[in-house]
């Protein structure tokens, strides 16, 4: 267990702390979580900005712990696929209860889960053939637009929304935007991989 995967582990285990600070009821157990009033019309629950904050760690540990993994060869099958599972552990369960607790809408989880299932499966049949498919560019935009589209949502779009301006949901539109784009240039791109020379 080297240093990278630990950092995954501890990922999962920061994914775990934040489902259980989202979905835990408190108020059934009489326990009443502290809001911030930033005026009239805007009450913040303080498990949302905990969750948000937690949500960045967490994603700063899949940064730190590839950079150290590349950069000390410390690269294991074991890390690979830890840190795929971590990833869509932590993204996936926060877009969905967002979604059930009627933050964002139902099909930005649909589109995002859908792509990555059939992006991951592409990558499987091309690693089940030697083949290792590298990222592409629209696929990192679509990560880096919807990390920032659900951290802006979990701190209730501030200081956006003191204007307005729902700079939360224009990030989650253009990922799932990208998802969408990314996800077929992915077949696109390995479709003679997936059918055979002969293509579909």
């Not at 702390?17 to 502290?34: C, D, K, N, Q, Y």
Request: hydrophobic share 55%; net charge positive.
């Amino acid at each position: 267990m080297n240093l990278p995967n630990k950092l995954t582990m501890l990922r999962i285990i920061m994914t775990i702390i934040i489902i259980v600070i989202l979905l835990f009821p408190f108020s059934a157990m009489g326990i009443e979580m502290p809001k911030i009033f930033v005026n009239e019309s805007i009450v913040i629950d303080i498990r949302y900005i905990i969750a948000g904050i937690l949500f960045i760690a967490a994603s700063l540990t899949d940064f730190i712990d590839g950079i150290i993994a590349r950069k000390y060869n410390l690269i294991t099958d074991f890390g690979k696929m830890m840190d795929a599972i971590a990833d869509k552990i932590l993204v996936n369960s926060v877009l969905i209860i967002l979604s059930a607790q009627g933050f964002i809408h139902p099909i930005i989880p649909v589109i995002i889960i859908l792509r990555d299932t059939i992006v991951d499966s592409i990558k499987m049949v091309a690693g089940s053939k030697g083949k290792v498919i590298a990222a592409i560019k629209s696929g990192k935009f679509k990560t880096a637009s919807l990390m920032i589209g659900i951290v802006l949502t979990l701190f209730y779009d501030m200081p956006f929304e003191l204007w307005n301006i729902h700079v939360s949901d224009f990030m989650l539109i253009i990922a799932c935007a990208l998802s969408i784009i990314s996800g077929v240039q992915y077949f696109t791109m390995n479709k003679k991989l997936i059918f055979g020379d002969g293509g579909i």
